[in-house]
T-cell receptor
Framework: DTEVTQTPKHLVMGMTNKKSLKCEQHMGHRAMYWYKQKAKKPPELMFVYSYEKLSINESVPSRFSPECPNSSLLNLHLHALQPEDSALYLC?????????????FGPGTRLTVT | EDQVTQSPEALRLQEGESSSLNCSYTVSGLRGLFWYRQDPGKGPEFLFTLYSAGEEKEKERLKATLTKKESFLHITAPKPEDSATYLCAVGGGGSEKLVFGKGTKLTVNP
């Protein structure tokens, strides 16, 4: 099973709201990722967690706050977002070890900031 | 700096008309070249990983090949359900990052 799940599927929030995106995988993967994707563009890396520790932050604004409560879960906390943050937010995970470099993506959360 | 260029940007085929998508890359220490399929509004679906020049992988009507400078995704006798954006990405060195191309949008008309 190579399934990554994300909730919610759609989210509409105002600029003063606080919301969270959730991601879950049960493949035993120890690397998890958040990506942002705008229309007709490739995914853009935001954060990487490796063994539940933040290993890469691609200079993402502090209004995005990632959290990895355990090896299966990844959250992205959102606060005071701007309309330009509207996008498809993708979670991905990857196995460890040689020959396990491919990332498996979830279905995404479509975020609209009003 | 690792780079990936995909061509063409868009491709229209008739059902049954075979063709190829190209992915040219430069990377320091190739860890893997990855092909994904993405339908509108959905997450990318993993198709193939290629690790070394000369490697080939197949899945149904798709066949991916790899040389030292480029990869091809061959589509044989495509069907309308093959319509999607196909993304190519490379992983290099010890980095966790994937470098994506901009994708090729494939449309297969019945």
């Amino acid at each position: 099973d190579t399934e990554v799940t994300q909730t919610p599927k759609h989210l509409v929030m105002g600029m003063t709201n606080k919301k969270s995106l959730k991601c879950e995988q049960h493949m035993g993967h120890r690397a998890m990722y958040w990506y942002k994707q705008k229309a007709k563009k490739p995914p853009e890396l935001m954060f990487v967690y490796s063994y539940e520790k933040l290993s890469i932050n691609e200079s993402v604004p502090s209004r995005f706050s990632p959290e990895c409560p355990n090896s299966s879960l990844l959250n992205l906390h959102l606060h005071a977002l701007q309309p330009e943050d509207s996008a498809l937010y993708l979670c991905a995970s990857r196995g460890q070890g040689k020959g396990s470099y491919e990332q498996y993506f979830g279905p995404g959360t479509r975020l609209t900031v009003t | 700096e690792d780079q990936v260029t995909q061509s063409p940007e868009a491709l229209r085929l008739q059902e049954g008309e075979s063709s190829s998508l190209n992915c040219s890359y430069t990377v320091s220490g190739l860890r893997g070249l990855f092909w994904y399929r993405q339908d509108p509004g959905k997450g990318p679906e993993f198709l193939f990983t290629l690790y070394s020049a000369g490697e080939e992988k197949e899945k149904e009507r798709l066949k991916a090949t790899l040389t030292k400078k480029e990869s091809f995704l061959h589509i044989t006798a495509p069907k309308p359900e093959d319509s999607a954006t196909y993304l190519c990405a490379v992983g290099g060195g010890g980095s966790e990052k994937l470098v994506f191309g901009k994708g090729t949008k494939l449309t297969v008309n019945p």
